[in-house]
């Protein structure tokens, strides 16, 4: 017969503090590395907020990014009538020239600045970014010095308010509006009207890229191949899910310090386990005793001790989650190396994260409960009932 | 209180699992810890190498991915106690594989060593690298992770530049803290591109004369250019540097709060111990005050144990952490700083200080406890 769970629990709260010590021990740990999984949980989902599977970003061959890709004005009017090319309401082909460039915005955490994409694009352009919607002001007016910020630049950056004037190109350009997409990565960028942004930088023939959308998965593919074939274009193509995707990478070095701290915090908190486990096991030495003579086998012993341990680690894994929910939804950015720019995402405490940091903690404990309670099972009746 | 020191020791033997598994525990905590302070020391108070001191970076004040125009070296050069100024473009790019990371910069090759002593090679390779226009030099630990020789070729195939350049390996440099850097002349690379894209300067390397003339040029570079379409922005070499670790995110919000995690999870761990030591021996105690062990001396005993666990949990943290910076710094990483990482003396001391003190903390309220408890009440007390 096993050893009733009650045994334990009542264990654990008959010690409260030893406990409760030893569970925020493990409960920082969890917390550590769940706070890095929201982290690039977060990321993760900004970036795959960001691309539509149907539609293909059209970049210089041998570019991998907007910011240092070119695309001819002339180049247009050749890809606007590729084959697989979805048409709008009006009957227009949905294909958007764009000029992306980066600005530099002071915000509180760092007055020397940081770079904004600022993203020049016509009307066709905003129909192809689904879920778009002003949250306050109106959009900018096409031939107007006028911008619309993303609402994660609005609420980072003091200087880029509804009526603030922002210094760029050729001279002032005034917040008309905020802009959101659900948590894609516009929510981070700056958008104008194409040729006021284009002619500013004298760049009206030479844009930086196009982003078309396919009628249907099929076409995309077709339209990816026809355009990396097409030697006159002499253009890359890769759908935009794919390209977005591709940089989560931003949180790499953040990850690796993150889980290097919690694995080094682990071993700590591993040792610090077993020493609670060890010291129960000794404290009731007498109790085990009197549990052998009642008949309970050595096997129902290692395993109560064993549970005891897991249900304190849980314990701790569960105190971790909770620590890390207040991150939940807290705004934070990354620079990344692709677009050269800063990328506002929140952290996202997910469920799955919760259940792997409670599955962490128990882990901890199972790892260090494991020899207390073989030190457990293997105590002679006699000499634990003779042990003070 | 020496006196003591050998009954702390036996203490502390006493339960010699607990003792090792306590040391262990704080070990690994001071280990990360010490790692941690380390890099934020690289990161926020490392001192800049005298040849470093002397070298500002001049970039477009919008961003390093904006360029600027090539005729902003005159102004720049006459700015009172600049000695000289080169040109230093990233190119990026890809050297056949594009996980094979280096930095690759298009630069000014007659005016690189003036501005770069620290770089070391022979004079003939030097004239050659000067000479030859499609010539390259490369750092030593480029030249040893891809077999690379004098007079080998080498092509990088462009991303941010649309061209493929072809160079010949002339030089190979030896530096104390940068061997990964691939430089080649900017000229070469002005010519492959069309006419409509030369001539523009990502950075400029300033080199002062002394390096208390430093802030003076940065303002001074700045305010030439405050009224321009382009202006620039001017810091030191350490500050552009550490520019690229904030670019990373909020590193510093996010190492002190790692740090502090980890410090009260050092606090919990040693204040756990000490409470199941103390609540063991309380007996014990009761019979050391028969004997006339002061509340003072038996509070400090029981302290001093604390102390002694967590300073030596603090030493073994001290060693292995030393050992993770030098796995650090052979590690291939854009991060400058994290280069030269070290375990500093003065960081390894404020880590054992913080050993000992958490160690003191943490066991006080027990050992209090202990030498206030009344003799009686302490023998009669039962486990």
Not at chain 1, 16 to 25: D, E, I, N, P, Q
Not at chain 1, 74 to 92: C, H, P
Not at chain 1, 154 to 160: D, G, H, Q, S, V
Not at chain 2, 92 to 110: L, M, Q
Request: aromatic letters at 8%.
């Amino acid at each position: 017969m096993a050893i009733p769970l009650a045994y334990n629990l009542r264990n654990l709260t008959v010690r409260k503090t030893t406990t409760l010590m030893t569970a925020l021990g493990v409960a920082l740990t969890v917390a550590v590395l769940l706070a890095v999984l929201a982290l690039v949980a977060g990321l993760q989902t900004a970036f795959q907020a960001s691309g539509d599977p149907l539609q293909v970003l059209v970049l210089r061959k041998g570019s991998n990014a907007e910011l240092n890709s070119n695309f001819a004005r002339a180049s247009y009017q050749d890809l606007k009538f590729k084959n697989g090319i979805a048409r709008n309401q009006a009957g227009e082909p949905m294909v958007s020239l764009e000029m992306v460039t980066v600005i530099n915005l002071e915000s509180v955490d760092s007055p020397s600045g940081m770079n904004i994409t600022l993203r020049g694009i016509s009307p066709i352009g905003l129909e192809m970014r689904g879920g778009l919607k002003i949250d306050s002001g109106r959009w900018f007016q096409q031939g107007r010095r006028e911008i619309v910020v993303g609402k994660s630049i609005a609420k980072r950056y003091p200087n880029a308010h509804i009526g603030d004037k922002l210094k760029f190109g050729r001279g002032d350009w005034e917040v008309v509006g905020v802009m959101s997409a659900g948590e894609s990565a516009v929510n981070s960028e700056v958008f104008a009207d194409l040729n006021q942004v284009s002619s500013d930088y004298n760049r009206s023939e030479v844009l930086s890229s196009a982003l078309v959308r396919a009628t249907d998965p099929i076409a995309a593919q077709a339209l990816i191949n026809d355009l990396k074939a097409d030697q006159k274009l002499n253009v890359d193509a890769r759908s935009e899910k794919e390209y977005f995707a591709s940089q989560t990478s931003s949180a790499a070095p953040i990850e690796f310090l993150g889980i290097f701290v919690a694995v080094i915090m682990t071993v700590g908190s591993c040792f610090a386990a077993m020493n609670t486990m060890y010291a129960a096991v000794a404290r009731r030495a007498k109790e085990i005793g009197t549990l052998r003579v009642l008949g309970f086998s050595r096997g129902g012993i290692l395993l109560s001790f064993f549970i005891e341990s897991l249900l304190l680690s849980g314990l701790g894994g569960i105190l971790g989650c909770i620590l890390v929910l207040p991150l939940n939804n807290i705004t934070t950015g990354i620079g990344s190396f692709v677009t050269f720019s800063e990328i506002s995402f929140q952290f996202h405490v997910t469920p799955v994260i919760m259940v792997i940091g409670v599955l962490f903690g128990v882990f901890m404990g199972a790892i260090g409960g494991l020899f207390p309670a073989r030190n457990a099972a293997k105590k002679e009746i006699l000499v634990a009932l003779r042990e003070v | 209180m020496i006196r003591y020191l050998p009954l702390i020791f036996k203490n502390a033997l006493r339960s010699r699992r607990r003792s090792i598994l306590t040391i262990c525990s704080v070990a690994a905590s001071l280990c990360l810890l010490g790692v941690l302070m380390a890099i934020y020391h690289a990161f926020y108070f490392g001192q800049a190498t005298p040849a470093q001191a002397l070298r500002l970076v001049a970039r477009n004040r919008i961003s390093l991915a904006t360029v600027m125009p090539i005729s902003y070296r005159q102004k720049i050069q006459q700015v009172p106690g600049v000695r000289e100024v080169m040109i230093m473009q990233w190119f990026g790019g890809v050297y056949k594989d594009s996980k094979n990371v280096f930095a690759r910069f298009a630069i000014e090759p007659s005016r690189l060593f003036t501005l770069y002593p620290e770089y070391i090679t022979s004079e003939e390779e030097k004239k050659a690298f000067i000479r030859e226009r499609s010539a390259c030099m490369i750092g030593r630990a480029i030249a040893d992770k891809y077999n690379i020789k004098l007079g080998d070729r080498m092509t990088l195939t462009g991303d941010i530049f649309p061209v493929t350049m072809e160079f010949t390996v002339r030089a190979i440099y030896d530096s104390a803290d940068n061997n990964e850097t691939m430089y080649f002349n900017l000229d070469y690379l002005f010519e492959s591109l069309s006419a409509r894209r030369r001539d523009f300067a990502g950075t400029f390397v300033i080199l002062a004369d002394n390096p208390n003339s430093v802030s003076g040029i940065a303002k001074a570079v700045d305010d030439t250019y405050r009224n321009a379409t382009i202006q620039t922005r001017t810091e030191t070499e350490q500050a552009f540097q550490l520019g690229f670790i904030s670019f990373l995110g909020n590193v510093k919000v996010f190492l002190l709060s790692i740090c502090g995690a980890v410090t009260f999870t050092i606090l919990l761990v040693s204040a756990n111990t000490m409470a199941m030591s103390v609540r063991e021996r309380v007996r014990e105690v009761g019979v050391l005050k028969t004997l006339g062990f002061t509340n003072a001396s038996i509070l400090g005993i029981i302290l001093g144990e604390a102390a002694f666990l967590s300073l030596i949990g603090g030493v073994i943290g001290c060693i292995l952490a030393s050992g993770l910076t030098y796995l650090v710094r052979q590690a291939p990483a854009f991060i400058m700083q994290l280069k030269t990482l070290n375990l500093e003396p003065s960081v390894a001391a404020l880590i054992l200080l913080v050993g000992v003190i958490i160690g003191v903390a943490s066991s006080f309220i027990p050992a209090w406890n202990a030498s206030r408890t009344p003799i009686l009440d302490s023998l009669r007390y039962s486990g």
